[in-house]
């Protein structure tokens, strides 16, 4: 039964389709949802790019006043900031602020600029979920 809800549950997030399980075992640990949305922090719709599906995960670090330079993403990327203060220009007079434990889904197909505003290192912790058909990110010149 574990393993049919496992298999279901990949098949359906490989194919796009949001489905949620309560699992009635006493032995499951409990579940702390951190973010469950369909839509980036700028309000897009998330579509994931075509291609083979791949996964990845990273920490991002960035010291005080440093910032990632202007940039964009070409797939689905969750973030959290484990420690420290990041604040994301995306345009446009667009800007917010994300401190320990802000948990979003980044804007992708949207140049944007994130810079440590905080007076220690930021590290986040970044999920793509992009394809070999794409790059995660795409840096300016």
């Not at 194919?15 to 309000?43: D, H, N, R, T």
């Not at 992708?108 to 790059?135: C, E, M, W, Y």
Request: net charge neutral.
């Amino acid at each position: 039964m574990k393993f049919a809800r496992v298999l279901l549950g990949a098949l359906c997030f490989g194919s796009g389709i949001a489905v949620s399980f309560v699992l009635a075992q006493s032995s499951y640990p409990p579940l702390e949802v951190l973010l469950s949305s369909g839509k980036s922090i700028l309000g897009q719709d998330i579509v994931y790019p075509a291609g083979k599906p791949n996964i990845t995960a990273a920490v991002v670090t960035l010291q005080p006043k440093d910032s990632t330079g202007w940039h964009l993403h070409q797939a689905p990327l969750f973030a959290m900031i484990l420690e420290g203060e990041l604040t994301v220009d995306y345009g446009n007079g667009v800007t917010k602020q994300y401190v320990k434990d802000d948990a979003f889904l980044e804007a992708f197909q949207t140049r944007h600029n994130g810079t440590n505003t905080g007076t220690t290192p930021v590290r986040i912790l970044v999920v793509f979920a992009g394809s070999d058909a794409v790059k995660n990110t795409v840096k300016e010149d």
